[in-house]
């Protein structure tokens, strides 16, 4: 069975789209830490980012960086923090959060309520800087 990330990947679930290229796309968290919050995936289904070829893998944070720069770019923040957690979904993803300290990177905390139009415009925003 396809996970959510492919769904997405294959249109059956709609996303906000912000960056994509032939192997990889980049969509806004649904349950953003910070607004501009992003989540980076190989349109290839890999559970685990390390289970990955070195050459997508490379290939997949060169496209992060990118979409690292359009984020900063419109939100402002201090730097785009990184992460992997690769457990809630069994598709490797790469978690882009706009930070102004550590603080701003726990995954506890209570997440952010953005409307559709909020989500639209930022997603517009960080489409036209990519």
Do not use: W
């Amino acid at each position: 069975m396809a996970t959510i990330f492919t769904r997405i990947v294959q249109g059956e679930i709609p996303c906000y789209k912000v960056a994509e290229d032939n192997n990889f796309l980049a969509f806004f968290d649904i349950n953003p830490l910070a607004k501009g919050h992003t989540l980076v995936i190989p349109k290839k289904e890999t559970d685990y980012i390390f289970d990955m070829e070195d050459s997508d893998l490379a290939e997949m944070m060169v496209f992060a960086k990118k979409v690292a720069h359009a984020i900063k770019a419109v939100v402002p923040c201090t730097k785009i923090g990184v992460t992997v957690i690769g457990l809630e979904v069994p598709h490797a993803h790469i978690h882009l959060v706009p930070i102004d300290s550590i603080y701003d990177m726990e995954f506890s905390k209570s997440k952010l309520k953005l409307s559709p139009i909020e989500f639209e415009s930022l997603q517009q925003k960080i489409t036209a800087a990519f």
